[in-house]
């Protein structure tokens, strides 16, 4: 199997796990949603849709919806959730850097936290355009490499093996100026906002537990170091001080850019 092909399977077994985050992101789905300008009757694609939050909620807003990520089990969850919130979407097992839809085949492309994670930006800007109508919304949240999570990306990236050349780091899509970059003259009107997604936690320690259970990057680095005690111990140590500084009254502050542009 080829690098890229390695790393995209890795990804579609490691988030298997992302189920009880969901239930975290619901308020940051409703801030996407609002700022790209959803509205009935349009077509929208949910990228790296996991268990549908973004999906059910453009749905609610009258939107028809068709949500695609590469894991099955968050897919299962996403029907699941639409069925749950009396929503009819179309969910698809699929890779964002092969769109499995014709060209301009909707009128919004929306992702939360999902196409930051294709091994390859410039394949999935092209694939995320291709499918979105002239004139239609592309909309994206990441995470900015300054924060809190942008800074875990950082801090797990030096506990594991280099990844293959070619494949981008996840936070550089929440870097203005990448971003800017990577749209580039196909697009118009680019405008940015922030958002704060606040995950409950008892404690720091509290919040890292429940990253090693169900968060795929913080999985992956409990695997390589599951032998090494004192370095397990020294980057759980170093996760907890990072979380302390973003915890107050019983939450960690995760803030987030969100990206908006017309297609020319």
Same mark, same amino acid.
């Given at each position: ?22 239930? &975290?992101?619901? *308020? @940051? +789905?409703? !801030?996407?949603?609002?700022?790209? #300008? ?6 929208? =694609? ?7 939050? &973004?999906?059910? *909620? @453009? +749905?609610? !807003?009258?939107?028809?919806?068709? #949500? ?6 968050? =897919? ?189």
């Amino acid at each position: 199997m080829d690098p890229i092909a390695s790393f995209k399977e890795a990804q579609r077994n490691g988030w298997a796990s992302f189920i009880p985050f969901e239930i &975290v992101t619901t *308020t @940051a +789905a409703a !801030r996407l949603v609002s700022f790209a #300008g959803v509205a009935k009757g349009q077509r929208v =694609l949910d990228v790296g849709c996991g268990t549908g939050v &973004v999906a059910v *909620t @453009a +749905a609610q !807003r009258g939107a028809e919806v068709v #949500g695609l990520d590469l894991t099955p089990q968050l =897919l299962v969850r996403a029907k699941e959730n639409a069925q749950i919130a009396g929503m009819k979407i179309t969910f698809e097992e699929g890779d964002c850097e092969a769109l499995p839809f014709p060209d301009a085949s909707f009128d919004a492309v929306l992702s939360q936290f999902g196409h930051m994670f294709a091994p390859r930006p410039d394949v999935a800007v092209k694939e995320m355009l291709r499918v979105l109508k002239p004139g239609g919304v592309i909309a994206f949240s990441t995470w900015p490499p300054e924060l809190m999570t942008g800074r875990m990306f950082a801090m797990i990236a030096t506990y594991l093996p280099p990844p293959p050349p070619g494949i981008a780091a996840p936070p550089q899509w929440g870097d203005v100026g990448i971003v800017r970059e990577r749209l580039g003259s196909a697009v118009t009107g680019l405008r940015f906002d922030r958002g704060t997604m606040p995950a409950p936690a008892m404690s720091p320690e509290h919040f890292r537990d429940f990253a090693e259970r169900f968060a795929a990057p913080v999985q992956r680095a409990m695997g390589s170091l599951k032998d090494e005690p004192a370095k397990l111990a020294r980057f759980r140590k170093e996760f907890d001080e990072l979380i302390r500084e973003y915890f107050t009254d019983n939450f960690v502050r995760q803030d987030f850019l969100m990206t908006r542009a017309i297609k020319a």
